[in-house]
């Protein structure tokens, strides 16, 4: 199978029956995607500017998931790794039904069985977000939750342990004790970092300070963050990040695909999606007409465009990854930067767009 990635370095595919007759090199390419060793802080780590993120693994109501998916993803995640990826991103509650916390258990057995890290398995920096279930009522029960994803990932020490929601808007008292949570397996030793995800500009100041009277330093803040997500609440949370010495992770950097250029009114993904889609997408026409037209002067694919758009912001994106296409496509992001002139033109267009994309529902103020 032969690529056109733009790059000197050979990949070799993996296939994941482990046997020597089944991997195959591919051919050498022409120019560098980007130097695998240059990295971005994220508190006292060291990340690659771009990460993956791993919500469609296990996910079979929004994603299509099924097991037979996994050696795609497998050789998917080696080839993300070869080409100095070291970020990934899940979260304890991926995965539907019977599936709940599949996402994690598949990446925690990449990481183990992987070709490329050999023994190097500590450089990759997973970061997992716990939910804030109802029932967790006490910071032990959230560090009980923090080990029982290092089981499933099968490591002894995350990279970063994150909050994925705030529960300010809803249960206010649960909230402190949820902080207290990331405070304890941060002293533990279970994580290297911690961060929090859907917080908005308020509650991200607050549990910052709170954090900083603990000794405790709050790394990332993720959130929605793109063309299609870029309000003044967004905004301002970058703009605290900045000034606090956080760094934000911009999930769905690419609007659930509605920035990849691919659908239209009349081809809609399949699933829920599509009701979304049917609603966003006929008012995104100036965006994507102004992608489109970067791409082709620039020789770029349109998410390639987006996901630019986001690192040159300073964020870190984490584009979902299913294939080995996508990571191909993704990886096409790194290497290059839009002019301010073509930053400003997105930009525009976005604001010249009568839609965008609905914020999460979980996201405070």
């Known amino acids: 199978m032969a690529f056109t990635l733009s790059t000197t370095k050979t990949f070799t595919k993996i296939n994941c029956s482990n046997t020597p007759s089944n991997i195959t090199t591919f051919k050498p390419l022409k120019l560098p995607l980007f130097w695998p060793w240059q990295k971005v802080k994220m508190g006292p780590l060291s990340v690659s500017p771009m990460g993956f993120g791993t919500w469609a693994w296990g996910n079979q109501l929004l994603w299509g998931y099924q097991t037979s998916m996994d050696d795609q993803l497998q050789q998917a995640f080696e080839l993300a790794l070869q080409n100095g990826i070291n970020l990934f991103d899940t979260a ?60 499933r990932l099968q490591i002894d020490q995350l990279g970063i342990g994150q909050l994925h929601w705030s529960t300010a808007n809803y249960a206010p ?120 037209q970067i791409a082709e002067k620039r020789g770029k694919t349109m998410p390639q465009v987006a996901i630019n758009w986001c690192i040159c912001k300073g964020t870190v994106p984490i584009p979902g990854i299913k294939s080995v296409r996508n990571v191909e496509d993704n990886l096409g992001a790194l290497g290059w930067k839009l002019t301010n002139d073509e930053q400003l033109q997105l930009e525009y267009a976005a604001k010249e767009s009568p839609k965008s994309m609905i914020q999460n529902i979980f996201q405070t103020r």
């Open 92 to 151: 304890d509650s991926y995965g539907t039904g019977r599936l709940n916390g599949q996402s994690e258990r598949l990446l925690g057995k990449f990481i183990k069985d992987s070709q490329v890290l050999k023994g190097k398995q500590n450089e990759v920096v997973v970061a997992t977000k716990f939910a804030a279930y109802p029932w967790r009522l006490t910071s032990g029960q959230f560090v009980n939750a923090c080990r029982a994803s290092l089981d």
């Open 173 to 292: 008292l649960q909230e402190l004790v949820l902080w207290d949570g990331l405070v304890a397996m941060y002293e533990k030793g279970l994580v290297r970092a911690v961060g929090v995800s859907n917080y908005g500009p308020q509650q991200l100041v607050k549990i910052h300070d709170y954090l900083k009277t603990r000794g405790v330093p709050l790394c990332s803040a993720q959130v929605q963050f793109s063309l299609l997500s870029m309000g003044k609440e967004q905004l301002e949370i970058k703009s605290i990040c900045d000034e606090l010495g956080i760094r934000l992770i911009s999930y769905s950097p690419l609007g659930l695909g509605m920035l990849t250029g691919k659908y239209s009114s009349s081809k809609l993904p399949t699933g829920p999606r599509s009701l979304l889609f049917r609603q966003i997408l006929p008012g995104l026409e100036p965006l994507l007409l102004a992608q489109r």
